[in-house]
């Protein structure tokens, strides 16, 4: 059984409501994939979160959230005192949404310390591993650098590395996520960006500038997100259908992802896994919050 691993945040959300409240849950973009991923995959296979959280109440409820949805735990460290980061989702009436952050003493922050002291065991017979900007912008630059080093060696015993530059800017500053985020594409074989982070961090303007910058970075895979209407995949562009009523598009892009990696690893082809994650991004987003609520899904 293949060993699947989804590394970075996940978080305490609280999404609008009727009534003017907010609902409860968790979501963050790697976690959001390693759901929709597991949902949606026919071929058996383990998921895990490569994550840290703390040891209070949030963070148990978090942790008893991922065995819900069947996802491998034995790799979220837990920190004694620390605490999950929570962020709000603001949505206008197009179904855009805008996020406020609490998360400058996050546990994921700590993340990397405690894949080194573990001296990178979770990685151990892992087949398949996606990040993303995210997963680096909230880390120190020293350990952002041990990260790639450790995940430059995974790729080379193997294993397929997936990365989607979740470009976020409250995060961090234009150049020094451009450095970064380059960085991180070359430890990729499979890329999930969107244009618009192109047009911004390089001022590649067209799907193919930003596929030849990908592959010169040695990407061999690689889909370009162009909205809600367009893909481009290796090379081919691909017409999708957009949604009907757009609710909330928290999720969006990482649902896509998710569909696309459960139809890759199942065994269809790019353009193929492609459609099928255009279609589960387009159910997604006529939700409230990240998470399609289990009863819903089914």
């Not at 840290?52 to 819900?68: N, Q, T």
């Amino acid at each position: 059984m293949k060993k699947l691993l989804m590394l970075g945040e996940c978080m305490v959300e609280m999404a609008a409501a009727d009534g003017g409240l907010y609902r409860q849950g968790f979501a963050g973009d790697v976690y959001n994939t390693a759901v929709y991923l597991k949902r949606s995959l026919n071929t058996p296979a383990q998921v895990g979160l490569l994550t840290a959280v703390g040891d209070d109440a949030m963070s148990e409820a978090m942790l008893a959230c991922f065995r819900a949805e069947g996802l491998d735990n034995r790799h979220c460290y837990q920190l004694p005192g620390a605490m999950p980061g929570l962020y709000l989702i603001e949505v206008d009436e197009a179904g855009e949404r805008n996020f406020l952050y609490w998360r400058s003493q996050a546990a994921a922050r700590q993340l990397v310390r405690c894949i080194e002291e573990d001296n990178g065991a979770a990685f151990s017979g892992t087949d398949l591993l996606l990040f993303s900007g995210i997963s680096l912008a909230i880390l120190s630059a020293e350990h952002r650098a041990l990260l790639l080093e450790r995940l430059k060696a995974l790729r080379a015993q193997g294993a397929t590395l997936v990365f989607d530059p979740n470009y976020r800017a409250k995060l961090w500053g234009k150049d020094e996520a451009a450095h970064w985020l380059a960085q991180a594409y070359g430890c990729a074989d499979i890329a999930l960006p969107g244009l618009e982070e192109h047009q911004l961090l390089w001022g590649q303007q067209s799907p193919e500038q930003a596929a030849d910058f990908l592959t010169g970075l040695g990407v061999k895979e690689l889909v370009i997100k162009q909205g809600p209407e367009q893909l481009f995949v290796n090379g081919q562009y691909l017409a999708v259908t957009p949604a009907e009523q757009v609710v909330d598009t928290t999720a969006a892009g990482d649902s896509f992802n998710g569909g696309y990696l459960a139809a890759r690893l199942d065994g269809q082809s790019p353009l193929e896994a492609a459609k099928q994650g255009a279609a589960l991004a387009r159910r997604v987003i006529g939700y409230r919050g990240a998470i399609i609520d289990k009863n819903q899904w089914a």
